[in-house]
């Protein structure tokens, strides 16, 4: 078998032209220099030719080798090549596009106006007290100076659970329960969900008050018209004005009612062009707080003697605030859950 060199070089580059994986290089090996290969036999058969061509024939052999074994390694290079550009290409990271945004939530309208109101009583020295929403009925009306059969539990449409429970109408029965367990001063709110059968777009049948009160050896009138005046100047305007008008409570005595001068009318109770304002519907006062100061009936529910304490109680509603804060008209949008509403508030 003569078969030029030059043709079996021409057959190696074009077989390594040809492979494309690492395993059909190492196949090739094996076929041209393995125990059988083609280049092996060649060389094997330099035994059989006359001596003096041998070492002709042998460089030549010798040089196909090494050019079959430098074919082999650069065609393996190749291939490495390749496959790191083809993991660039596809694996491709494009760093310029948009990424996921993960929603981030939002603290709930009603409870930013809660902890405004409750940052406000903080900073003078107020304490937090909380106390359960199925409240049994002597907290909630008896000890408040409401017996049983009194009209002033008519202002109160109550939700009965069971027997003597209800779902608290008011924070007030908070007040009980502190003053039951401690003696005074005590400088206290109680911020929390109240219940009453009520629905409309002013009223729902769950909303939040914030409840607080003072009680020590010489507290006065003029304490609950300073501490509640600054308070409302706090949550709404600097300068707005504050009016206190007698009111009645069963378990205050006297009673007020406060007003702030009108957020939206600055207490003209008429817009720019004249109207009535939508707000205080004219009137230039909002009705924002109950209060007055704690009945001497209730310290003696509470085991004080109303001859050596005296104090102050109020309660306001928070819904109520936010809405005029926000310019919200419509109570039910704070339950609805809508997000395109509840997300203005960030
Ligand atoms: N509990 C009353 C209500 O829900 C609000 C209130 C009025 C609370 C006067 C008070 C107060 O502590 O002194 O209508």
Redo the contacts with the bound molecule.
């Keep these: 078998m003569e078969e030029s060199l030059q043709a079996v070089r021409e057959e190696i580059l074009g077989r390594i032209g040809h492979c494309t994986t690492d395993q059909e290089i190492e196949q090739l090996r094996v076929e041209y220099v393995g125990r059988k290969g083609k280049l092996t036999l060649l060389l094997r058969g330099l035994k059989d030719i006359p001596s003096e061509q041998r070492p002709q024939r042998g460089a030549e052999l010798n040089e196909l080798r090494g050019f079959f074994e430098a074919e082999i390694e650069a065609r393996l290079k190749a291939l490495k090549r390749g496959e790191k550009e083809r993991i660039l290409r596809e694996e491709r990271v494009d760093i310029t596009l948009p990424g996921n945004r993960s929603e981030r939530g939002g603290v709930h309208p009603l409870m930013l106006v809660m902890d405004e109101i409750i940052d406000v009583f903080l900073r003078m020295g107020f304490e937090v007290a909380r106390g359960p929403d199925i409240e049994d009925d002597y907290h909630n009306f008896e000890a408040l100076n409401m017996p049983k059969d009194h009209p002033a539990r008519d202002?109160?449409d109550t939700f009965f659970v069971s027997g003597d429970h209800v779902l608290r109408?008011?924070?007030?029965p908070v007040?009980i329960r502190v003053m039951e367990r401690r003696k005074p001063p005590l400088q206290v709110i109680v911020p929390g969900a109240?219940y009453r059968h009520d629905d409309d777009a002013t009223h729902s049948p769950m909303f939040h008050?914030v409840?607080?009160?003072m009680v020590d050896s010489h507290i006065s009138f003029s304490d609950l018209k300073g501490v509640l005046t600054h308070v409302l100047r706090q949550i709404f305007e600097e300068k707005a004005g504050v009016r206190f008008r007698p009111s009645f409570?069963p378990?205050?005595e006297p009673?007020a009612e406060i007003d702030i001068q009108c957020v939206l009318c600055s207490g003209r109770g008429r817009t720019g062009e004249g109207q009535l304002c939508r707000v205080c519907k004219g009137s230039a006062w909002l009705e924002i707080l109950?209060?007055?100061m704690i009945d001497p009936a209730v310290f003696r529910f509470v085991g004080y003697d109303p001859e050596k304490v005296s104090g102050?109680?109020?309660?306001m509603g928070v819904e109520r605030i936010a809405m005029l804060k926000f310019g919200i008209e419509d109570i039910r949008l704070f339950f609805q859950n809508d997000l395109r509403f509840l997300k203005q508030f960030r």
Excluded: P
């Design positions: 202002m109160q109408t008011h924070t007030s007040q109240v008050q409840e607080g009160f409570f378990f205050t009673s109950g209060a007055g102050f109680a109020f309660g």
